[in-house]
């Protein structure tokens, strides 16, 4: 008789870094459990996984107590949270109980069924960092009430709820601190500045900078992400750890501009305003020498073939009606 297939459990299911996850974990053989509860992700990310026979959905709010499934999940990963900063105002109560209360729900549940939880965190506990490039002993640079702290420290909250969970009842953990991703299935009005500028090319619109777009991130192709994330879960020396998971290339806005151009084809015009955003970082760049160490990760997919890859995913998507 063959091996039951592992269950996994991803809470965020529909995001963009959830969405693609299952699939990824679906590929690899394995029963996936999905929750969602549509606050921000967006269902036709899941709509052609619903006939998958290892894929179940369950629409669920996950701070409160989750309902019986069908098989014991070996594997949590915890992404369920809206993570643009278009959505810290009006949803602040809500990330910061997703953050908190959710993740208090998803360490019960994996000590229950003996399974291994991966928290997503973020490069957002780093604040406006002061130190470049950033790396996890870095304790950050953070304003703990301004407009994206709901985010920012709900986010803390969480990493030192599962390391105090792991030590005083043995549940196995690992956080990500996951930097700028993109890739298909992003929302499209998300905010953030990669499905903004791709928005504004599909409708022939300037790139707009806020200052003079000599702010940087660094933007990993959501494919490199998941496979950090997947290696992360599967190995045992990870316990008990945080790890950065992002791209350590850094690109000005106003290059990232230049390169939507580019992979659109188009001749746009590049907009600047004034107006730079409260507590927005000037510089974000992780140090990935421990997840190097740790399972040998480091990303493939450079920024303008990953451009490209979305942009396709927004043209067929967003093109006719964007």
Request: aromatic letters at 8%.
């Amino acid at each position: 008789m063959a091996a039951q297939a592992p269950t996994t459990l991803v809470a965020g299911a529909a995001g963009l870094i959830g969405s693609n996850l299952c699939r990824a974990l679906l590929a690899r053989g394995m029963h996936v459990i999905g929750l969602d509860n549509f606050v921000t992700g967006d269902e036709s990310n899941l709509q052609e996984l619903y006939n998958h026979p290892h894929f179940e959905f369950v629409r669920h709010d996950i701070t409160r107590r989750p309902p019986a499934f069908s098989l014991s999940p070996q594997m949590i990963y915890h992404l369920a949270s809206p993570a643009s900063p278009e959505d810290f105002d009006p949803l602040a109560l809500e990330i910061m109980a997703v953050n908190t209360l959710g993740s208090w729900q998803l360490l019960e549940l994996a000590q229950r069924h003996g399974a291994k939880l991966l928290f997503t965190s973020t490069s957002e506990v780093y604040g406006n960092p002061a130190v470049h490039p950033q790396r996890e002993d870095y304790w950050g640079n953070v304003n703990p009430v301004g407009p994206r702290s709901c985010y920012d420290e709900s986010k803390r909250m969480a990493e030192s709820m599962l390391l105090n969970h792991a030590r005083l009842k043995g549940t196995r953990v690992v956080i990500a601190r996951v930097f700028n991703t993109y890739g298909p299935r992003m929302r499209a009005r998300d905010g953030r500045v990669v499905p903004q500028f791709l928005l504004n090319a599909l409708q022939d619109q300037p790139l707009t900078l806020h200052g003079d777009g000599s702010q940087t991130r660094s933007f990993c192709y959501v494919d490199d992400l998941v496979r950090g994330l997947i290696g992360l879960m599967e190995s045992n020396d990870t316990d008990g750890g945080i790890y950065n998971l992002g791209n350590p290339k850094e690109f000005t806005i106003a290059q990232l501009a230049q390169a939507v151009c580019k992979v659109a084809g188009k001749k746009l015009p590049i907009a600047q305003i004034d107006s730079p955003r409260v507590d927005d970082p000037e510089r974000r760049c992780p140090d990935i020498s421990k997840i190097q160490a740790a399972i040998g990760w480091q990303p493939t997919v450079a920024l303008e073939a990953g451009l490209a890859l979305t942009w396709q995913d927004f043209s067929s998507r967003f093109g006719a009606n964007p």
